[in-house]
């Protein structure tokens, strides 16, 4: 009798995970997207002032604002309070978000360099497809439209410039949190 009342096991959050490929793709991706970041900053910010990985750039604040930059989704450890689904769906979500705030920009009659963006915008859509695998969901779901206020040259390179910064530190972020979905890191580190 008291087998009857017994609920079935819960799965393991493992089970999320489609196969450690799909893990070890999204680690190369975000990988390949980190490398890329400077060589796309390069491409298209020309303001003097405006440097990648400055300390200068907590003073842009006001005009991240302004402008309407949005924050990514914030990735921890994962724990009881951060699970593996919602550690997924934040990068998911982080990755849907720069791509909306680069695909604005790229947009812009004022950036000049537009090719490596849209490289870079494929390479961020690869890898939501890939986290979406290991969330095992069917519809990859549609992000939030995001509409930055870009009235000139130098809000669109302002834009890009924390877009591609904030898109960096996710990118760590990321690599960190995915680092733990793959055992075969384990290995990497010890060497």
């Known amino acids: 009798m008291a087998?009857?009342?017994?609920?079935?096991?819960?799965?393991?959050?493992s089970t999320l995970v489609a196969n450690?490929?799909?893990?070890?793709?999204?680690r190369s991706l975000i990988q390949?997207?980190?490398?890329?970041?400077?060589?796309v900053y390069?491409?298209?910010?020309?303001?003097?002032?405006?440097?990648?990985?400055?300390?200068?750039n907590a003073k842009l604040g006001r005009m991240a604002t302004k402008i309407g930059i949005l924050s990514a989704p914030v990735l921890k450890s994962l724990s009881e309070n951060f699970t593996l689904e919602t550690g997924l769906k934040h990068m998911l979500q982080g990755l849907q978000l720069?791509?909306?705030?680069?695909?604005?920009?790229?947009?812009?009659?004022?950036?000049?360099?537009?090719?490596?963006?849209?490289q870079l915008?494929?390479?961020?859509?690869?890898?939501?497809?890939?986290?979406?695998?290991?969330?095992?969901?069917?519809v990859l779901p549609s992000p939030t439209p995001v509409a930055l206020r870009?009235?000139?040259?130098?809000?669109?390179?302002?834009?890009?410039?924390?877009t591609l910064e904030q898109l960096q530190s996710f990118g760590q972020d990321m690599?960190?949190?995915?680092?733990?979905l793959d055992p075969s890191s384990d290995e990497e580190m010890e060497s």
């Open 3 to 13: 087998s009857l009342a017994r609920s079935a096991p819960l799965p393991e959050e």
């Open 20 to 26: 450690l490929e799909v893990v070890q793709r999204s």
């Open 32 to 39: 390949k997207i980190l490398l890329f970041i400077p060589e």
């Open 42 to 56: 390069e491409s298209c910010i020309h303001i003097e002032t405006l440097k990648l990985n400055s300390s200068e």
């Open 98 to 118: 720069h791509r909306a705030m680069l695909s604005s920009v790229s947009v812009s009659p004022h950036l000049e360099n537009k090719d490596k963006v849209m």
């Open 121 to 138: 915008l494929d390479d961020i859509r690869d890898l939501a497809i890939q986290i979406n695998k290991m969330l095992k969901a069917v």
């Open 150 to 162: 870009l009235l000139g040259k130098y809000d669109v390179q302002v834009a890009a410039h924390l």
């Open 175 to 180: 690599v960190r949190l995915l680092r733990t």
